[in-house]
């Protein structure tokens, strides 16, 4: 059974740097897609940044420039570095890995999710 596990959230100052780490375990291929996603309260869960296997990636508008999504295939690690964080980054991060193709790498169907690790950022 796949097992993600996040770590790295926090809580910084706007103009502030994190990144986050999901580890991944319990599968014996590799993704075809990998992504992070957040949740904000009161509001629905997005994607931020997805990486398919050939190593396309893909980010949301409101993080291009300011946020980069990367991958150890030898360490089963998902990486998300996020620089220059507003307050309207605050949200809950999940990442999240699917084994088949999906319609759009942003969208919240992938098949296997994390806990989830919160990001806080202080005006």
């Known amino acids: 059974q796949v097992q993600l596990v996040e770590s790295g959230g926090g809580s910084v100052q706007a103009g502030g740097s994190l990144v986050l780490s999901c580890a991944r375990s319990?599968?014996?291929?590799?993704?075809?897609?990998m992504g992070w996603f957040r949740q904000a309260p009161g509001k629905e869960r997005e994607g931020v940044a997805a990486i398919s296997i050939s190593g396309t990636t893909t980010y949301a508008d409101s993080v291009k420039g300011r946020f980069t999504i990367s991958k150890d295939n030898a360490k089963n690690t998902l990486y998300l570095q996020m620089n220059s964080l507003k307050p309207e980054d605050t949200a809950m991060y999940y990442c999240?890995?699917?084994?088949?193709?999906?319609?759009?790498?942003?969208?919240?169907?992938?098949?296997?999710w994390g806990q989830g690790t919160q990001v806080t950022v202080s005006s």
């Open positions: 319990g599968d014996t291929s590799t993704p075809i897609y």
């Open positions: 999240a890995v699917d084994f088949e193709w999906v319609e759009s790498s942003l969208s919240p169907e992938y098949k296997y």
